[in-house]
Each structure stands twice: as C-alpha cells, then as structure tokens.
C-alpha cells in the first residue's frame, strides 16, 4: 500500500475512533450536566475519563494496530503516555469550553464542539500517533 493511503487510513480511522469517544464523552457530559446539576467543567473531566477508555481501546487494537506491531513501548509505558495525553486534553478542553462560554456567552455545549474539534485534531491525534503508539522499526536478526 503506497505511503499517502496508509497515512489516509491511519488518520480516518483515528477520527472514527476519537468521534466515538467523543461521543461518549460528550453526551455522558450532558447527562450528567444536565440531569445532576453538576457544572459542566466537572462534567467534561467525568466525560472525557470515559471517552478516553473507549478511544484508547479503539486506537490500541484497530486504528494504530499496536497488538500486532513491534511499538516503541509496552503497554504500560503506552497507558502512561496515555493517560498523560488525556489529562491534557481534559484541561484544554474544560478550560477552552469555559473561556469560550465565559467570554463569548455561548451554551456550553456549543463552545465544547468548538473546542473539541481544535483539541482533537491538533493535540491528541498528533501525540497519540507521534508518541504514545509510536512503531518503531523491526529489528534485523542475526
């Protein structure tokens, strides 16, 4: 498979699996929002803990295929270098959703889409390809 298809198909199948997360994240966000009274910020961590699972689980056996290809790191080092991603994404999209509703006085649920689709495609696709499922080259044998 030529190199401009196989990078296509890596970076469609990490948005399939980052909109399924999001998903997730989002309406769990909402519900509990909504449905509790618990402020969205709170809500958006909550959210995104569970969103994160899913696309972890996702991006790990089917979009980056790291059960069948020699990484860079086991699969601790890549749930640490995970979870690390994760609670950045979590702080710059709970601080981007209150600075946008705060400033802009838009619905907390219109700015996090806002928010989300900056945060997803230039923070946590970069990382999750270029440093937590990082392939590493086989290694000859003797």
Request: aromatic content about 14%; hydrophobic content about 50%.
């Amino acid at each position: 498979m030529n190199k401009f298809v196989e990078r296509a198909l890596i970076f469609s199948k990490a948005q399939v699996s980052a909109f399924i997360g999001g998903i997730c994240d989002y309406m769990i966000m909402v519900f509990i929002t909504e449905v509790f009274h618990v402020h969205y910020m709170i809500s958006i961590a909550i959210g995104g803990v569970i969103g994160a699972v899913v696309n972890f689980s996702l991006n790990k056996g089917w979009t980056f295929r790291s059960k069948d290809v020699p990484y860079k790191n086991s699969i601790y080092k890549q749930l640490l270098k995970f979870v690390l991603v994760v609670l950045n994404s979590i702080l710059l999209k709970s601080s981007g959703t209150y600075l946008i509703t705060t400033f802009l006085r838009l619905d907390y649920k219109i700015s996090r889409i806002f928010v989300d689709l900056v945060v997803s495609l230039a923070f946590n696709y970069t990382l999750q390809k270029h440093w937590v499922f990082k392939k590493v080259s086989k290694s000859p044998t003797a």
